[in-house]
């Protein structure tokens, strides 16, 4: 069911700076929707835009069918969770959560059941007597959560709740967000620059870069069918390889390795002839025994890390510097040569002036 609609939404500022052009999004109630991309590229500005704390230039914002563009944020029903935590230094965990309630005249009574029931939720129940800066960054974060779920609004708003924890804390905090989700049923969105977060919270992502939107899809799709190098390049770690070259009789060429087009894209070779492409693989789809219906590749290696569950791999090609991820157990020796095999299958090829993906 259609909860949350952004039809054409731009940001203009006053000094003429366009943060966001034509922004369109369709959100069903109870989705977990994530804007991902790098820093400036407008992410928080919608997100802020959905919230009501930033006015909408243009474009139409409904919210159940109804224009909400001039509403406010208390009559949108939002809560936002903010990287900074925004929490009361001088109220116990208790008084923050309770906050919003308090400040609504809820009975007290009411207040307490609400809060001792949320607190067990976010695993709190030991500390509501504490004061903020007897925390750790995850509880803290926690709080802030808290007082946001406390409160029966339709739209839960988190922009980089996780940023300010190490990485310990954010891979517990990003199971406890998930699992919040799941009991609340919460419409929500959330935004990071951290990919790896997308992949694992959302149900569908919104890729943005430069105020642009590149594409929305569920991680899946934009794992395995990214539109453009952008979005290949974003999504995964370590990011896509990409290679370019010139076409020439359905060939190109990178180091001492000959890439045949015509095995990926048949009769459609023809219509990049003499015109430059991106080849893209990733680093874990390779392989290290010989295969059919494969690339073979030569290189050397320059640098190899062991991560524990696999190694990453860096070669050298010519002037090509691609990354390999293999099993720890077959990691190669370094200044070695090695030969490795792209399934054509795991290959894609992009346009090299457009940079989009050729279906």
Known sequence: MEYISLKNINKIYPNGYHAVHDF???????????????????????????????????????????????????????AMVFQSYALYPQMTVFDNIAFGLTLQGVDEDVIEEK????????????YLDRLPRALS???RQRVAI??????????????????????KQRVTMRSEIAQIHRETGATTIYVTHDQTEAMTLADRIVVMSVGYVQQIGTPY??????????????????????IKGKVTNGKF??????????????????KYEGKDIIFGFRP??????????????????????????????YITTGDE???????????????????????FKSVYLFDGETEKVIK
């Not at 060429?253 to 023809?270: H, R």
């Open 24 to 78: 369109n999004l369709t959100i069903e109630k109870g989705e977990f929707i994530v804007f991902v991309g790098p820093s400036g590229c407008g992410k928080s500005t919608t997100l802020r835009m959905i919230a009501g704390l930033e006015d909408i230039s243009n474009g139409e914002f409904l919210i159940n069918g109804e224009r909400a563009n001039e509403w406010g944020p208390r009559e949108r029903e939002v």
């Open 115 to 126: 809060v001792k029931k949320t607190a067990a939720i976010l695993g709190l129940t030991d």
């Open 137 to 139: 960054g995850g509880q």
């Open 146 to 167: 808290g007082r946001a779920i406390i409160r029966k609004v339709g739209i839960f708003l988190m922009d980089e709740p996780l940023s300010n924890l190490d990485a």
């Open 221 to 242: 799709e934009l794992y395995y069918n990214p539109v453009n190098v952008f979005v290949a390049g974003f999504i995964g770690e370590p990011p896509m390889n990409f």
């Open 253 to 270: 060429k990178f180091g001492e390795n000959t890439i045949d087009i015509t095995k990926v894209l048949g009769n459609k070779s023809k």
């Open 284 to 313: 874990e789809s390779i392989v290290l025994n010989a295969q059919n219906e494969a690339y073979k590749i030569n290189a050397t290696v320059e640098l190899t890390e062991m991560l524990g569950d696999n190694t990453n791999v």
């Open 321 to 343: 510097k691609p990354i390999l991820k293999v099993d720890p157990h077959d990691a190669p020796e370094i200044d070695e040569p090695i030969t490795f095999y792209i399934p």
